[in-house]
């Protein structure tokens, strides 16, 4: 029970550290630099196993283990997206200037940490309240939308963001939209699942 409460506190800590991190480093070179050091490195690995670490036993509470693989895989697979971006031209500027390690440290933990907390209130909420669990977390999704508009805007306008090739602040937005919409269809659909055996 102690256990649980540390790791939920971790897991909170970290998914908001997690979504503040990357505004700063995809325009500060020197963190950039920085988290590219060993010392970095190690920083950045102790933080990884800790969210995940914490969202894996924050996902043995009973009927919590589809919490676990709906906030992990969309976050891996937007971070294998983000690669992809990269190797064909999608997306460039200072954004990309960290190696993967690096980008896998802050971003990728980014992309999970970005449902860890939607989605842990929704399963909070969903037992009595469902229509309010789900209200809430479209809410969420649509203003974690609406606000990434002006930022990708900002982040355009200072060379943080180069897009090309047919790319768009309207593709990254679509996308970010997407990784929400699957993080809860995974949820649900696992539990669905695993309750059916």
Do not use: K
Request: aromatic letters at 12%; charged letters at 10%.
């Amino acid at each position: 029970m102690v256990w649980g409460r540390v790791a939920a506190a971790v897991l909170v800590a970290g998914a908001v550290v997690a979504n503040l991190l990357p505004g700063r480093l995809r325009t500060d070179l020197g963190l950039q630099d920085a988290l590219a050091t060993p010392a970095g490195y190690a920083g950045l690995t102790v933080a990884v196993v800790a969210v995940i670490g914490s969202l894996v036993v924050v996902s043995r509470r009973a009927g919590w283990r589809p919490y676990l693989w709906a906030c992990l895989a969309p976050g891996l697979v937007s971070f294998g997206m983000l690669q992809v971006a990269q190797r064909v031209g999608w997306l460039g500027g200072t954004v990309v200037r960290p190696g993967p390690a690096v980008q896998f440290g802050v971003y990728g933990l980014a992309m999970i940490g970005v449902i860890v907390l939607p989605l842990g209130l929704f399963r909070l909420l969903r037992p009595r309240h469902p229509v309010w669990a789900y209200t809430a977390y479209v809410l969420f999704a649509a203003g974690y939308a609406a606000a990434s508009v002006p930022a990708l805007r900002g982040y355009l306008a200072n060379g943080a963001y180069v897009m090309g090739h047919g790319y768009s602040i309207f593709w990254d937005v679509t996308w970010g939209v997407l990784l929400h919409a699957a993080g809860l269809g995974l949820d649900r659909g696992l539990e669905r699942l695993w309750r059916s055996r």
